[in-house]
């Protein structure tokens, strides 16, 4: 394994009955990147990130994080993996802060004596301390997306994964997941892999992108690089060229 990967994804492929999913897919990311991952609906971006996440078991190949296989030892590697995938998972008459410490119980990296304190640190580092008591069912769309990171920041992941997180979101509530991501990623050093529909939104924050159509991976490599590709068009058009040829 090269040393700086954090998350490795190696001829993976599913298929569900005799329809194929995913295609054999194989691509890494390294410490620090902020990666994209695109592709038009249906392309298999969720399924492979429940395969990721250990929701799901790849039919074949398989998934590392940070060097462990979540195949072969699910709890090791999962336990630096933050994700926001499915959601609602709050229960929305408990608080913020209540929801946070009922899933810092179930964390294995968040021993009972610091659960207390790490649920408040995480809380305020999505800026929700003055609003933890309240129930969930008061907060807006962006501060659920927000207590979904703090969710995801319990277990001091190096890794977070992100489906589709601005989805329904506000400009206003974009641009706060956006600077979130972008604080999270510069100071604490944590490697992002965001699933999203909104190209320009990601090249603002994405050192590198992944790009998959009908299952398969058509392109990788790292935001400028893309850059170039795509040349005076940009890249929306070059995506929209590479999904239709
Ligand atoms: N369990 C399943 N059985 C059959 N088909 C499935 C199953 N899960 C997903 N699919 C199909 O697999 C394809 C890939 O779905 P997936 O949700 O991974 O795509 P996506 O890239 O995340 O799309 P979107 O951008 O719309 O969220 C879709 O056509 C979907 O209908």
Redesign the pocket.
């Known amino acids: 394994m090269n040393e700086t990967n954090v998350l490795e994804v190696l001829n993976v492929s599913k298929k ?2 005799a ?1 194929t ?1 995913v295609d054999h897919v194989s691509f890494s990311i390294q410490a620090g990147d902020v990666c994209g991952f695109v ?11 429940r395969m990721m996440t250990g929701l799901i078991k790849p039919g074949g190949g398989s998934i590392r994080i940070d060097g462990t296989d979540v195949g072969r030892e699910r709890v090791k590697a999962l336990s630096r993996v933050g994700a926001i995938v499915e959601s609602p998972i709050f229960f929305p008459y408990m608080s913020g802060r209540d929801n946070l410490l009922n899933l810092a119980r179930l964390h294995p990296n968040v021993p009972g004596t610091e659960r207390k304190a790490r649920v408040e640190e995480v809380l305020s580092i999505v800026g929700l301390s003055e609003r933890g008591s309240d129930k969930v069912k008061t907060y807006s769309l962006g501060m659920k997306q927000r207590l979904g990171i703090a969710q995801a920041l319990l277990g001091d992941p190096r890794l977070i994964i992100l ?2 997180p601005a989805n329904g979101l506000d400009p206003m509530g974009i641009r706060e997941l956006r600077q979130l991501i972008q604080r999270l990623n510069q100071e604490r050093g944590i490697t992002f892999l965001v ?1 999203s ?1 909104l190209l320009d939104e990601l090249q603002r924050i994405c050192s590198r992108f992944v790009i ?1 159509k009908e ?1 398969k991976l058509v392109w990788e490599g790292t935001s400028r690089e893309w850059q170039e590709v795509a040349g005076a068009k940009g890249i929306e058009d070059h995506f929209v060229e590479m999904m239709t040829s």
């Open positions: 569900a009955g329809r999913l592709g038009p609906n249906g392309a298999g971006k969720t399924t492979l990130i489906d589709e699933s529909h998959i299952g």
